[in-house]
């Protein structure tokens, strides 16, 4: 599947995989650690996940909207809640920056290896293979209960309602 939905830098961008919708079953995803680990979505079964969805780390707007995922995050701990970031950085470089933001609860994975979580959720950019920024709430029956993909991939996602849905689930 094929959509043009969204932008970077006022030009179009092909994104590749469904669309979806809450309500839906999440679908099943692998991705790296920043120590190379693949993990799937199973490895969070039974917490609530929030899934910030980023380009790069290594641009200043997914590293601010990291920071910011991560600092509401820590307002939450011990709520069963995953937070993740998922981006195509390979995991050197998401531990490089782990080693350099010490006081992560947010967890950095790498979508790199085979474009998995990109494929899956639809947020994979065709011209560039990167991931498109967006935000995912699964619940812990691992059904989508929000789904936000920016329209504009130099904008940040609009959080305050993502953390309102996801208070909604806790």
């Given at each position: ?33 920043v ?10 079964q ?32 011990g ?92």
């Amino acid at each position: 599947m094929e959509r043009k939905v969204t932008t970077m830098g006022g030009n179009w961008l092909t994104l590749l995989g469904p669309e979806l919708k809450p309500g839906q079953r999440a679908p099943y995803f692998a991705v790296r650690t920043v120590d190379l680990f693949q993990v799937t979505l199973a490895d969070f079964q039974g917490r609530i996940k929030f899934i910030s969805v980023i380009p790069s780390l290594d641009t200043t707007v997914c590293e601010r909207q990291t920071q910011l995922v991560n600092q509401q995050a820590q307002r939450l701990v011990g709520q069963k809640i995953a937070f993740m970031s998922i981006s195509m950085d390979l995991p050197f470089a998401l531990k490089r920056w782990s080693l350099e933001n010490t006081s992560l609860t947010v967890e950095l994975f790498s979508d790199s290896i085979d474009a998995s979580f990109g494929l899956a959720y639809g947020v994979l950019i065709k011209e560039l293979r990167l991931l498109n920024r967006a935000i995912f709430i699964i619940d812990r029956d691992d059904s989508i209960r929000y789904v936000q993909i920016v329209a504009e991939n130099y904008d940040l996602p609009d959080l305050e309602q993502a953390f309102n849905i996801l208070k909604s689930l806790t």
